[in-house]
């Protein structure tokens, strides 16, 4: 007596495309959520930059500067050049250079630590940065940062070459005294607010040009939102295909 063989109910290509819908909207939605936080964040980080800018008190509190990144601030003090460190390479309108970070010592208040700006590469000679003549003390307006994150692919810091390829504010504090020099690790980046024909200039001086005063986050949560969710549309389109064709099929038709 013949006897058809039976198709299994359930194939690995079935499993896979009934659950990839189901992740792939999750996913979706959850970068959903990711962009409404990161629009506020953006705001609120907004609101902080557009503040008065405060005066430092002697001593930074470094358990409270999370909730400063961004606020700009007024400070006087003098630059330790011997202890300028160099971080790069970076790129800057298609040109090649560094960033100069330089500790700015204030009288009777703790030292930090200032990125002054962009230099390209004709200029980043760092034994003539940090025999710089001191011109007396320098009035700094800034902002508040933090450590860059550092990329699988950027590689370690050498400070005894004087070779720094991401920002680690708790390195850099140790490497201008630490705290026997009172060093705290607190990191700025001196603000510009020129205009391209002054930052043409500084580049070609060789004057460090400072960040602009704007948030800059990375935000791309709404591309991967409708990444996840046109998968999403697709592998459901391709399970009910699925579902269709087996439906048709002769042996799914076939008694048992």
Do not use: C
């Not at 003098?78 to 971080?87: E, F, G, I, R």
């Not at 004709?122 to 994150?149: C, H, I, Y």
């Not at 201008?176 to 043409?200: L, M, R, T, Y």
């Amino acid at each position: 007596m013949f006897k058809a063989k039976q198709t299994a109910t359930l194939t690995p290509t079935m499993v896979l495309l009934g659950v990839m819908p189901i992740l792939t909207f999750a996913l979706g939605t959850w970068q959903i959520q990711r962009l409404k936080w990161k629009v506020n964040l953006v705001d609120e980080l907004q609101e902080k930059l557009h503040r008065q800018p405060i005066i430092l008190p002697d001593f930074i509190n470094t358990s409270t500067l999370s909730d400063f990144t961004y606020r700009k601030f007024i400070a006087e003090g003098k630059w330790d050049n011997p202890h300028t460190v160099l971080v790069g390479p970076r790129v800057r309108d298609n040109t090649k250079g560094f960033h100069v970070i330089t500790p700015l010592v204030r009288e009777g208040g703790s030292t930090i630590l200032v990125d002054r700006g962009f230099v390209s590469d004709d200029f980043a000679d760092l034994a003539n940065w940090r025999k710089e003549e001191q011109t007396g003390p320098v009035l700094v307006q800034g902002m508040f940062r933090t450590s860059q994150p550092r990329n699988y692919f950027t590689p370690d810091n050498k400070p005894e070459k004087g070779e720094w390829f991401w920002i680690d504010v708790d390195a850099i504090a140790q490497y201008a005294g630490g705290d026997e020099a009172k060093v705290q690790p607190v990191f700025a980046e001196e603000i510009f607010e020129g205009h391209s024909g002054d930052a043409h200039l500084r580049l070609k001086e060789g004057t460090p040009i400072g960040r602009s005063p704007t948030v800059e986050l990375r935000n791309m949560h709404a591309t991967y939102a409708i990444t996840w969710y046109s998968l999403s549309a697709f592998t459901t389109f391709m399970f009910v295909q699925l579902l269709r064709r087996r439906a048709r099929s002769p042996a799914a038709r076939l008694p048992r």
